[in-house]
């Protein structure tokens, strides 16, 4: 007859990644900007820019999904804390950073209005 070891351990390690998982389901961040401005910064690609570009927060989004880095960065961070969430916050502030890189600048308030929020629904 042959006896399973560890058996128990993994079913505890499970029943713990299942409960985090429910925690984590309803959480999402946001990543933006406040100045009452930013959308118009964003939107206009016939603008010049001296130092920025439009398109400053979806083209660094848009690269971060398609290169893998945002798979790569959820994945490592649960693999080391079990939590979802804290895999999604590391991807937006991620994101925010690159964003902060590519907004114009003039007086710098819309690159110091840059924000990561948690929301919960």
Known sequence: MAKVEG???LQATLNMLAKRAKQDANVSYVVGYTQNY???VHENLDAHHPIGQAKYLE???RALSNDGTFSKLLT???KKTGSIAKG???CALRLQR???QLVPVDTGALKSS???REERV
Do not use: E, G, M, R
């Open 38 to 40: 930013a959308l118009i």
């Open 88 to 90: 999604l916050l590391i």
């Open 59 to 61: 083209q660094p989004f």
């Open 76 to 78: 490592d961070t649960f």
């Open 114 to 116: 840059a924000f990561t």
């Open 98 to 100: 690159d964003s902060q």
């Open 7 to 9: 058996v128990s351990k």
